[in-house]
């Protein structure tokens, strides 16, 4: 186990959380994966729009399947998924750009109270720095690191290697680190991190 993978210890996440609330953040410490995947669906109200974004953790967890799949909320996925990528680029920018919720995690989360996002893409990007009216985003315990130097550090050796083997498996071309977004704070009641005791994702 390297630094970047074992879970954080039980002070590391309160001092995390303390942290985040004190940005803005509202910030719940869950035992585990099913008991994100309830909250989740407590959050999210029937009928509201959601996009997931490309995310282990909430694959893993079934929470990306549960927003997408069922019918009880307007995934936004399955629908741009579907669109004409030529015909309709306009349209499928808007509807990731501005969902009511965005769901998905980040790279790393700071005992000081940032969070850092990290896409070769950038199609959560909009949603994550303010478009989405709610975002939620799940967090196992193995991305809660003691400053912005290691979180930084983390994204670089863990996390991007891991990306970029799923990415070329699954698109055919490595990650990369295009777009790096840091959160320092976020206006009271937009954002929810349900940080993890167990570790999760990449």
């Not at 967090?139 to 130097?149: S, T």
């Not at 990369?176 to 320092?184: G, K, M, P, Q, S």
């Amino acid at each position: 186990m390297t630094p970047f993978t074992a879970a954080a210890p039980a002070e590391s996440l309160e001092r995390a959380a303390t942290a985040l609330k004190e940005h803005g953040f509202a910030v719940e410490i869950l035992d585990d994966v099913a008991a994100a995947r309830d909250r989740v669906r407590e959050l999210v109200p029937a009928g509201a729009s959601v996009f997931t974004s490309a995310s282990e953790t909430t694959r893993l967890s079934g929470i990306e399947e549960d927003l997408n799949t069922g019918g009880r909320f307007d995934a936004v996925k399955p629908r741009v998924l579907a669109m004409d990528r030529a015909t309709r680029a306009d349209d499928i920018r808007r509807l990731i750009a501005t969902p009511d919720f965005v769901v998905g995690s980040v790279a790393a989360v700071t005992e000081t109270g940032s969070v850092v996002v990290a896409s070769g893409s950038g199609s959560q990007v909009p949603a994550y720095a303010g478009g989405a009216g709610r975002a939620i985003w799940v967090v196992g315990a193995q991305k809660v690191v003691p400053d912005m130097a290691t979180a930084l550090r983390r994204l670089e050796e863990h996390a991007l290697p891991l990306e970029s083997a799923r990415a070329q498996a699954v698109y055919g071309q490595p990650s990369a680190i295009n777009r790096l977004l840091v959160l320092n704070a976020d206006g009271p009641g937009r954002v929810t991190i349900l940080l993890l005791r167990e570790a999760v994702g990449f």
